[in-house]
């Protein structure tokens, strides 16, 4: 009777194995690698993963440590939810006009775990958003209703 020789975990899970390298050369023989995958798209994929948690996610977690990839922990636990940052800024904008740091400052009471500058950017590309639909309008550094 003849049986096949249990593979090593390296020929098994080599797809789990792969380490960061400029030289995807040395993996060919373990790995079946596309030319093309490149070490950002893997670690975005990992982060990915890692986010969601569970089993998966502390795989993920253990695979970006062994690439030294350095996951800072940080989940965002509430996020916005989709058209959140749109009704808190013509909800502002109604009130009266508004720069764009002082809609960021409005979102920073709805969520103080964002930084100043992130709230601002966040606020400005929702405006610029809202402005290419003719929701609001810009005079200078001030934003208003129509």
């Given amino acids: 009777m003849h049986t096949k020789p249990n593979p090593s975990s390296e020929q098994k899970y080599a797809a789990l194995c792969i380490k960061r390298t400029n030289n995807l050369a040395d993996f060919r023989a373990v790995v079946n690698h596309n030319d093309a995958m490149q070490d950002r798209t893997i670690n975005n994929a ?30 965002q636990d509430k996020p916005f939810k989709r058209g959140d940052t749109k009704t ?32 601002s950017n966040r606020a400005y590309m929702a405006l610029r958003r809202l402005r290419d639909k003719g929701l609001v309008r810009r005079d200078g550094r001030m934003w208003s209703l129509p």
Avoid: C, F, Y
């Fill in 46 to 75: 990992l982060l990915a993963l890692r986010k969601q948690g569970g089993h998966e996610g502390k795989l993920a977690e253990v695979l970006l440590d062994m690439r030294g990839v350095e996951w800072t922990g940080w989940v």
């Fill in 88 to 119: 808190m800024i013509l909800g502002s904008l109604k009130e009266r006009p508004m720069t764009s740091w002082e809609l960021g400052g409005v979102l920073r009471q709805a969520r103080p775990d964002i930084g100043a500058n992130a709230a």
